[in-house]
């Protein structure tokens, strides 16, 4: 009887545990959610603009800029309309001291013909880090964000049409998950 008592209690502790781990979980879906809402409620008017769009792919939340808002075609110098629209979104970004950002460079698939850009990972990861620099300029943590550059390997339409390129050249703006929390809670569900 004692056996069966410390057995249904082990259980029972066991699944509050389990449950605990859920509403941490949980919570910290929740708060992206909202976090998500606040971005786009914030940002409304660029998107209406057509300046930018704010999505969650893959549990992250994408604030994603086409190339033309920010560079001219060929370059990595950020232009004044994409420095006052990167200062907009910065004055966001740096409200979320406890998050951590990665801004993403994409190109088409068009080889660039340049020496100081020999493929477009060059290009695309010069303009990710000038994006960078101009965020940090306006208060983003550094220690918050980072840079990289996909070149055309991560494509979001067909590079066979004027249109599908123009989709692909893009610098995305992520806010990565807060995984130690997820990753702390579910190692304790494997158990």
Do not use: C
């Not at 029972?12 to 949980?26: G, P, R």
């Not at 208060?139 to 980072?146: D, E, F, L, R, T």
Request: no cysteine.
């Amino acid at each position: 009887m004692e056996t069966e008592y410390s057995n249904t209690q082990a259980l029972l502790n066991a699944s509050q545990s389990k449950l605990a781990t859920m509403s941490q979980i949980e919570a910290e879906t929740k708060k992206r959610n909202e976090i998500y809402a606040r971005f786009v409620n914030q940002l409304q008017k660029m998107i209406d603009a057509g300046q930018l769009s704010v999505s969650i792919e893959k549990g992250r939340i994408v604030i994603n800029l086409p190339d033309n808002v920010l560079f001219k075609t060929g370059h990595v110098n950020v232009n004044a309309e994409g420095q006052k629209v990167l200062k907009q979104i910065a004055a966001v970004l740096k409200e979320f001291k406890d998050r951590r950002f990665q801004v993403e460079g994409h190109t088409d698939n068009v080889p660039i013909k340049s020496a100081r850009y020999p493929s477009n990972w060059e290009l695309s990861t010069a303009r990710a880090l000038n994006v960078v620099h101009l965020m940090v300029q306006e208060g983003v943590q550094p220690q918050n964000i980072s840079a990289a550059g996909y070149g055309e390997f991560q494509p979001r339409a067909d590079n066979d049409t004027p249109e599908g390129r123009k989709l692909n050249r893009r610098i995305e703006i992520i806010m990565l998950p807060n995984l130690e929390i997820l990753s702390n809670e579910l190692s304790k569900l494997i158990k």
